[in-house]
């Protein structure tokens, strides 16, 4: 079964699979949540509250999301090329949307290298 994220201001309420949700993306003192079905919902909380409620609502071994750098959050399923030399990194389902964002050298490296790890164990 799907579970769902739950997010909630003082005057939205947003539930959503978390399979569905792309990626997070800060701007201020807001984050946007960027759907898999091209739905987009900007919330009045910080990066890292979102980041906090995520952690409170999914698995302990569910490890989906990811923050990269100071301003994304993505999730990993969706990550389809990384490139750190170029800043570039592009989450796709490889058939309905492809988004490419960029970050910081150091944090793709870093993701780069983690999921190289990863798939070598």
Same mark, same amino acid.
Request: aromatic residues 6%.
């Given at each position: 079964?799907?579970k769902?994220?739950?997010?909630?201001?003082?005057t939205e309420?947003i539930?959503?699979p /978390?399979?569905?949700?792309?990626?997070?993306?800060?701007?201020?003192?807001y984050?946007? *949540?960027k759907?898999?079905?091209?739905?987009e919902?900007?919330?009045? #909380?910080?990066?890292?509250?979102?980041?906090?409620?995520i952690?409170?609502?999914?698995?302990?071994?569910?490890?989906?999301?990811i923050?990269?750098?100071?301003?994304l959050?993505?999730n990993r399923?969706?990550?389809?090329f *990384?490139?750190?030399?170029r800043? %570039?990194?592009v989450?796709?389902?490889?058939? /309905?949307?492809?988004?490419e964002?960029? /970050?910081?050298?150091d /944090?793709l %490296?870093a993701? %780069?290298?983690? *999921?190289e %790890?990863?798939v070598? #164990?």
């Open positions: 079964m799907s769902n994220l739950l997010f909630t201001t003082s309420l539930r959503v /978390a399979e569905s949700v792309v990626f997070i993306s800060a701007d201020g003192n984050s946007s *949540i759907m898999a079905d091209g739905g919902y900007v919330l009045t #909380l910080q990066l890292g509250q979102m980041e906090k409620r952690s409170e609502m999914v698995e302990d071994n569910d490890n989906r999301f923050r990269i750098g100071k301003s959050i993505v399923d969706f990550i389809t *990384i490139n750190p030399t800043q %570039k990194m989450l796709s389902d490889c058939r /309905a949307f492809r988004h964002l960029s /970050a910081s050298r /944090a %490296k993701l %780069k290298d983690l *999921i %790890k990863e070598s #164990l």
